[in-house]
């Protein structure tokens, strides 16, 4: 693939070359100044400097210091813009060669309520005029954070969002939930568009290697992002149709500004090193070998995982002309991994091109290209996982060896890699038009091909002795078709509206094969087809999804706002029968700041009230064919030998999630402190369930329109600026949002489990859990019986004199995040951010695995707790429970919290920037993932390593012995030339 | 200039998105999407469905005997569950609730995958034998056979099963008399040749499930008339639906399914993914009839038809496997794995040498039948419990690891969990839905214990070459004078 990467490097090269031969001199002058913080006077570092209407534009550097040059003379309006402060305008006259000093101090503003947002609305709005919530990640939280994929940047920034890493492996991403469970089938990942064009977001992209699963998340970076937008589902997404009830992230690239070509290097430098406050290790688990000296008390510490090295290095380039901008950039990446065989490598380069073709019209081009490379260890339920084996104490058995660290390097045989290789586009025209018509159109494809390998050597013996190999490739390609048109009409004073009528069309196509070899005669063979015993098969998935939108926003007064429209969506879910569904929304905002009386009676204590209330559908479509009564056939004795697949079910039709939301954005004292809320309730209408069949019918599950799911909760965003002094700035801010989610109706459907275990039946969450419970069957006061139940607490209320039992689900039904950022002096910034989740249960598998050895985990970590004793009927004492009969003793308190984010980042001094012929500089260190605390002792509550393979709903909750996402640490240095 | 260059490329940009649409771009074309299985709409387009199917239902039987013989099998007394892989309440028949009933797999879904073969069975024979004129009497005769199989097979584990959507249960007799009606339209469309004589056997398998005992006896000796050494057995297929038992018992990924001392030479009785399993054999003809004769109280006849059972089941193959298995329990120490360790079936008993064979090592594998019987000794019996015990032991070692026993020790099981809750007309407690043992089945899983638990140190020497079974099955068996014709 090298080939294609440098022709695409090249192509978007000689295009920026291109552009650059395109500079103009003439008749130009330049702005140059300052921009403050009003009270303070410290500096605004990272503040955006631009130009409406022209594309210049730049960021503030050391001390707040700005440049704009090459700007066409006259009279120009310069924008400034910076989290946390107003956005603020200045008209400035500049003559042909002039310099023109502008020093600008800017206010603080709690709430960015000017920002404008384009998802969930047909043309671009300002927040102020929304009657729903959307959220919005900007350019300076995204490069600062030290992450690598979106779903680890979203964890802790996004009220009402539930971001839970799945493991601490490569290649696997995190499971992101917006306002609870919404539908019962089917991932909740939220859909995710890259500059207008949708991309995979599969969570299940290759073979299950025990549980954990290699995720399309995983190579979505956070390189080279402008913007993110996120619609949680409900009437901010009802304009993306039946794809969207679980929610919109849409991600916006930068493009590059005019200028002279602007060169970002960045070199970074770090460590990961292994949490392990969950690993019991071999002083523990080999206690005797231990004893006798044959085996160190911390093998595993010391012998299997390490502190991994990673490198990062990118380089950017951006600038052009006033005709045609840029950005181009590069990053290649390295590291060891904390445990063996999970080495990782990464080169991705992403370009843009934004070209204008005449004062009000544009074409845009993005494109990217992301090459990964890592390795895996089994995992999870996999009998060939080292680590499981080791910590459960079935390594030697599972390997035949005789010591644990011979067992050790047999387990570590078996060789998984993984190759990835991302390539999107996106074309993009933007006709401004007039005041009153505009227009765009966006095409694009993702395309996702990755390739995994499960070779197992001969002579490993956890698996077949005579070696083994699998090889598995999936193909994906999405492509994207989007135009739109709107009127803004009548633009009066006291009435401006704006009428968008949109097309949006998808197809996904989904390839899926594998090949596998058992039984190899010589070592050293890689094709599969070399084997004894070779088998094949292949998956394939097709649908198409498309609709049309209109979309109302009127603004009355500028301060009464009132928002309608519909979505008419088509899909081929159901085969060649293409079918319909409507959904509509309606909103309304009213911005009270405006009023007189709330500003005289507010002064500077209330700066911004604001109330708005919406309600809007989206839905969700089935997965394709379910309609139809289908035969599947498996090769059996040299014959294709049929059975039954779907039962059919004629009446399949979308499910349909209504939203009503209300909340208000407000500010207080003087603009320091912002609060964000939104109380929302959603109902999964004609919930779609994979009901099981009667088993007298021979048949597997349908899924069907059967139930009811509702949703409620409320999201809170605050935000606090304590301290404000030339030489020291503080603020902090918290999140927190509720979630009870209830299965309301099931219809003709009877209870069942959606994973082993997780349990859908009316008036409990979605999943929750019912296990295996010893019990007193007959009151003698001993544990004689086992049955299911549900694990609930009875303590958590009373209502109307009855306590409040619901169940426990595995997914939190509280969480939030705390951050907190100072500024020290003009060029040190500190910032710290951790998340937590509660209110839910998690399942410990591994120490269910190890009580088939006698091993009790639970005893060893939980100080005075004891394994139930099963008594017979007539009372006398025996073995310790079953593991299978006493599952209960494995669900624990989920409630964690994690000290997620530290970053410390320096201003390099100009002087010392200058010596290396950079404009400026800074140095930064942080940490990720600092420190852990849960209520249980025994597993990491915030994973999820048992998926149900195949990318459908995922509950989460269920791990495995597995490794926790490392403790991060990385310095680095990045220049602007 | 740039005005007109822009109207150029604005209407070049509604083209391209008209184009898309319009212009056959498959990709974007809504209705160009596939769906790659066979719907109903396909399957009335095959020119012989009939045919077509019938592998199919060949491959379910397949998957059928397999859940059978794994989850009945520990159940039963012939085997213990050291490992991870099997969930050990299936150990302790009294703990056995629907929920652990509940799988569809192959290893353990008997129930799931018995219903699954019935009512595949049924839509052949009611949805696609009436249209289909190229459909032939040996077609239907197969097709007949495998519903009666799958009646006869849930009669033997389960009291009551339903037999259609939101159908109350049907009881286990009636279910016999239903495999009884396929199994005789079988041979009446059936040609003749080796079908013939499998559904005979079948029959006399069935007849005895009922309680017939002369009917029994007259399909017995029809089939051994046709052919006295007879065997049928169902293959598998390492790459796709393999030997289910295999895996637990031989393969011991998972350290699952370790036999019970007194039999451990019968083990292993599968040394491949693709090993047959017996369905019917001679032997169990001969069986059939000494359990008529033992009925009837014709001791001298009982023993002459288990000493025939047993010089056929001795004729049978038993080529040498070299089994690396370490005869391991759950907490790693050691299993009886000596030739010279004496086994005595339970306190009352003699010990008796050969029952154990050395391992790891080389052993001879009874692929079809084995026994630690002799056909002379059993002719010289005496007593009626000494020949009752002789019956039940033959039978036990004869049908080993072929999903018998547990049906022989008088033990059904509830049927599937989804099945109780899906179905109006099913409530939990009512006909079908416990597991049944006999009072006479031991407590917990004091079946599989013997003492000394391990007769090595903890330097795998032997410490004791005398091993004592708990309890003896056999002889429980004989005392409570548990016949089918009874």
Not at chain 1, 150 to 178: K, M, N
Not at chain 1, 489 to 505: H, M
Not at chain 1, 685 to 700: H, I, N, R
Not at chain 2, 91 to 117: C, F, H, K, M, S
Request: charged share 20%.
């Amino acid at each position: 693939m090298l080939p294609l990467r440098r022709s695409f490097t090249g192509a978007l090269a000689g295009l920026a070359m291109l552009a650059l031969g395109g500079e103009l001199s003439a008749q130009t002058g330049t702005i140059r100044g300052t921009v403050i913080d009003a009270q303070s006077g410290r500096a605004l570092v990272g503040t955006q400097v631009s130009v409406p209407g022209t594309q210049r534009g730049t960021v503030a550097g050391a001390e707040g210091r700005y440049v704009l040059e090459n700007l066409p003379a006259g009279e120009l309006l310069v924008r400034y813009q910076i989290i946390g402060y107003e956005t603020t305008e200045r008209t400035v006259t500049i003559q042909a060669g002039e310099t023109v000093t502008l020093d600008l101090q800017l206010r603080t503003r709690a709430l960015a309520m000017d920002e404008l947002v384009v998802t969930g609305v047909g043309q671009a709005t300002s927040r102020r005029q929304l009657s729903t919530s959307v959220a919005v990640l900007g350019e300076q939280a995204i490069s600062e954070a030290p992450v690598q994929s979106i779903d680890q940047l979203l964890q802790g920034r996004v009220a009402g969002s539930t971001v839970s890493a799945v493991s601490g492996q490569p290649g696997t991403g995190s499971q992101i939930s917006f306002r609870g469970v919404s539908s019962v089938f089917g991932s909740q990942t939220p859909v995710i568009y890259i500059d207008g064009v949708r991309v995979d977001n599969s969570q299940a992209t290759a073979p299950g290697t025990g549980g954990e699963q290699s995720s399309a998340l995983a190579d979505l970076l956070t390189t080279d992002i402008e913007r993110i937008e996120i619609t949680r589902g409900g009437p901010a997404s009802t304009l993306y149709g039946s794809d969207a009830a679980t929610g919109v992230i849409q991600i916006f690239t930068k493009r590059g500004r005019p200028g002279a070509p602007r060169i970002t290097a960045r070199i970074e430098q770090g460590v990961d090193v292994p949490e392990l406050k969950y690993i019991l290790d071999a002083g523990i688990i080999y206690e005797s070998r231990v004893e006798a000296g044959e085996l160190p008390a911390d093998f595993l510490a010391q012998s299997f995982f390490r502190t991994g090295w990673v490198q990062s290095y990118a380089l950017g380039v951006s600038g052009g002309s006033e005709a045609v901008t840029y950005n181009v950039s590069g990053r290649i990446q390295d590291a060891e991994g904390i445990q063996p065989r999970n080495e990782s490598g990464l080169i991705s380069t992403r370009g843009s091109l934004q070209s204008t073709l005449t004062d009000n019209s544009r074409l845009q081009f993005s494109g990217s290209y992301a090459r990964s490379t890592y390795g895996r260890l089994y995992n999870g339920t996999a009998i060939a996982d080292p680590l499981t084996a080791l910590e459960v104490g079935d390594a030697l058995f599972l390997t035949g060896a005789s010591t644990v660290q011979e067992a050790t390097e047999i387990f570590l045989m078996a060789d998984i890699q993984e190759l990835v290789e991302r390539i999107g586009f996106s074309g993009g025209y933007i006709w401004d038009g007039s005041d009153l018509f505009g227009f765009r159109a966006t095409l694009g494809v993702d395309r996702r091909a990755n390739e995994q390998t499960q070779f197992q050597p001969i002579g490993f013996t956890p698996g077949n002795e005579e070696g083994s190999l699998l090889r598995f490739q999936r193909n994906f390609t999405s492509a994207t078709v989007d135009a739109a048109a709107s009127v803004n009409w009548p633009t009066t004073e006291n009435v401006r509206s704006t009428f968008t009528v949109g097309a949006q069309g998808f197809r996904d196509n989904e390839y899926r094969i594998f090949g596998s070899g058992v039984g190899f005669a010589l070592p050293g063979s890689k094709d599969f087809d070399d084997a004894a015993t070779v088998t094949a098969g292949e998956t394939r998935s097709q649908v198409f999804n498309g609709g049309i939108y209109l979309d109302e926003n009127l603004a009355l007064w500028d301060r009464l706002f009132l928002n309608a429209g519909v979505r008419f969506d088509a899909g081929t879910s159901f085969g060649d029968e293409v079918d319909f569904a409507t959904y509509p929304k309606f909103g309304v905002a009213y911005d009270l700041g405006r009023e007189q009386r709330v500003r005289d009676v507010g002064g500077d204590w209330i700066t911004e009230l604001r109330l708005r209330s919406a309600y809007g559908e989206t839905g969700k479509f089935p997965p394709p064919f379910l309609r139809d009564r289908t035969f599947s056939a498996t090769s059996f004795r040299d014959e294709s030998a049929p059975r039954f697949s779907n039962p059919g079910n004629p009446d399949l039709r979308p499910e349909v999630t209504r939203t009503f939301e209300a909340g208000f954005e407000a500010a207080f004292l003087r603009d320091r402190v912002g609060i964000d809320f939104t109380w929302y309730n959603a109902t999964t209408d004609d919930a779609l369930f994979f009901v099981p069949e009667q088993p007298v019918t021979g048949q597997g599950t349908q899924i069907r329109n059967v139930g009811e799911i509702s949703n409620r909760g409320v999201e809170l965003d605050v935000s606090a600026l304590l301290v404000n002094r030339p030489t020291l700035s503080w603020q902090v801010g918290a999140t927190f949002q509720t979630v009870n989610n209830e299965v309301v109706d099931m219809g003709i459907a009877a209870p069942f489990n959606v994973e082993p275990q997780k349990r859908v039946v009316e008036g409990e969450t979605v999943g929750a859990w019912y296990v295996t419970t010893p019990y007193d069957s007959n009151g003698d006061g001993n544990l004689d019986g086992s049955r299911l139940q549900f694990i609930r607490d009875c303590e958590d209320g009373v209502e109307e004199g009855e306590p409040v039992c619901r169940a426990y689900g595995p997914t939190p039904t509280r969480s939030g995040s705390l951050s907190t950022r100072v500024g020290l002096g003009q060029r040190l910034t500190l910032s710290a951010m951790g998340d937590w989740a509660a209110g839910h249960k998690v399942m410990d598998f591994g120490s269910v695995w190890s009580t088939f050895n006698g091993i009790f985990r639970r005893e060893e970590r939980e100080e005075g707790y004891e394994y139930p004793i099963r008594y017979s009927t007539a009372g006398v004492a025996g073995n310790p429970y079953a593991q299978s009969a006493a599952r209960s003793e494995f669900i624990y308190d989920g409630d964690w919290f994690k000290l997620r984010e530290i970053t410390a980042r320096y201003g390099i001094p100009d002087e010392l920037a200058g010596r290396l012929r950079a404009a400026n500089g800074t140095a930064f260190f942080s940490v990720r993932n600092a420190w852990i605390w849960s209520r249980n002792p025994l597993i990491d509550p915030e994973l999820s390593g048992l998926n149900p393979s195949g990318g459908g709903l995922a509950l989460g909750g269920e791990s495995s012995i597995t490794i926790s996402p490392p403790r991060s640490f990385r310095v680095g240095l990045e220049f602007t030339f | 200039m740039r005005n007109h260059a822009h109207r150029r490329l604005l209407g070049l940009t509604f083209a391209l998105f008209l184009g898309s649409g319009a212009v056959g771009c498959d990709f974007l074309d809504p209705t160009n999407v596939e769906n790659p299985l066979t719907t109903a709409d396909d399957l009335a387009q095959a020119t012989e469905p009939t045919r077509a199917l019938l592998p199919g239902l060949r491959a379910q039987f397949a998957r059928a005997i397999n859940g059978t013989i794994v989850l009945t099998e520990v159940v039963s007394d012939n085997y213990a569950i050291h490992g991870t892989g099997l969930d050990s309440e299936y150990d302790n028949p009294r703990a056995i609730v629907p929920n652990i009933v509940n799988a569809t797999g192959t290893a353990t879904g008997l129930y799931w995958n018995l219903q699954e073969l019935r009512a595949l069975a049924t839509f052949v024979l009611d949805d696609i034998v009436p249209g289909d004129a190229t459909a032939t009497p040996d077609q239907l005769a197969e097709v007949r056979y495998y519903r009666g199989m799958a009646y006869l097979m849930l009669a033997e584990n389960f009291t009551a099963a339903p037999l259609e959507t939101d159908g109350t249960p049907v009881a286990a007799l009636d279910l016999v008399s239903l495999a009884l009606a396929d199994f005789e339209a079988s041979l009446a469309a059936g040609g003749a040749g080796d079908f013939t004589l499998r559904t005979r056997a079948a029959q006399a398998r069935t007849h005895r499930a009922a309680g017939n005992g002369s009917q029994a006896a007259q399909a017995a000796q029809q089939a051994l008339a046709t052919e006295p050494n007879f065997v049928f057995l169902q293959e598998y297929d390492a790459t796709s639906i393999s030997n289910a038992a295999y895996v637990f018992t031989t393969d011991r990924a998972l350290r699952e399914m370790q036999p019970l001392p007194r039999l451990d030479f019968l083990d292993p009785k599968y040394t491949s993914l693709s090993a047959a399993v017996p369905v019917a054999k001679a032997e169990e003809m001969h069986l059939i009839l000494a359990e008529v004769a033992l009925a009837a109280g014709s001791l001298d006849e009982a023993r002459g038809h288990v000493a025939n059972a047993i010089e056929i089941a001795l004729t049978r193959p038993r080529p040498s496997f070299n089994d690396t298995d370490q005869r391991q329990n759950a907490n790693l120490t050691l299993r009886p794995r000596n030739a010279e360790i004496l086994i005595r079936a339970d306190p009352e008993s003699p010990f008796r040498a050969g029952l154990v064979l050395t391992r790891p090592g080389s052993v001879p594998v009874p692929t079809i039948s084995g026994t630690s019987l002799r056909a002379d000794s059993v002719r010289a019996l005496t007593g009626e419990e000494a020949t009752w015990h002789a019956f039940h032991l033959a039978r036990q070692e004869i049908h080993f690891l072929e999903g018998r026993r547990m049906s022989d020790l008088g033990i059904r099981l509830p049927m599937m969990l989804r099945e109780i809750e899906a179905n109006p007309n099913i409530s939990m407690g009512g006909p079908g839905t416990q597991v049944v043992v006999p009072a006479y089945i031991p407590q917990d899983n004091q079946m599989d214990n013997f003492s000394p638990a391990s007769p090595y140190d903890d330097n795998d020497q032997l410490t004791t070459t005398e091993v004592t079974m708990q309890v003896d099955m056999n002889r429980v068996l004989a005392r409570e004078r548990v016949n089918a014709f009874n």
